[in-house]
């Protein structure tokens, strides 16, 4: 994680633009300063800034800026991971209980084949959890490309890290989580959009619209 420092000084009251500021290590959260992920353009200094400060800033949370920030994390998971994407996917960003808990609890889904065979990309922020569920039609291999990876199915917990692989057959409830973030790799038969069931009564009755979002860029 970059803060974000200026370039230049700031006036208080005056617009903080992005040619004024850099990205920069060390990002000094315990401090209040902003991530290079959470800087808008444009955003009001609330205090006067000297050259090379650290922005110490709050902006108006919003589901689009919650989602950017989610989106600058998951990409640099990806980056870390050395993983190429090309330009055929979609991604899901499946959010059980909403946008603004993402980061405790969903995933975001990279969408690159789907024919009777499938294969996802799944990347996991540090600490998120995806809830227990099912496939009565898919079965699915998972093998864990960068970081570490909990799987729980049927009860079993298993630890994994970069290069294991593990089956979940159909009618198996499993979830995942991950300590420090991963990405792992899906290989499974067919995905069909209404085949995953959750224990939880609560995601199981809200509307598939309320708890996926699908972009074709980010």
Known sequence: MRGVYAKESVAKGSSIHRKQVYF????????????SGEFIDGIQAQRNYNTDMPICEQRMVTDINVTRSIIHDMKGLIYEAGIALGSEYEIELSHHY?????????????NVIN???????????PGQNHPKHFHKE??????VLYGDLECEIDGNIRQMEAGDIV???RGKVHSFTSRDGAV?????????????FYMDETIAKRDIMERKTIMKEW
């Open 24 to 35: 920069a290590m060390p990002y000094q959260k315990d401090k209040g300063q902003m991530s």
């Open 184 to 196: 792992f790799e899906e290989i499974s038969t067919t995905h069909k959009k209404e085949d995953s």
């Open 138 to 143: 898919k079965e699915e291999s998972f093998q």
């Open 167 to 169: 089956t979940v057959q």
């Open 115 to 125: 024919r009777e065979y499938c294969k996802k990309l799944i990347v996991v922020l």
């Open 98 to 110: 909403g946008m603004r808990n993402f980061r405790q609890t969903g995933a975001a889904i990279i």
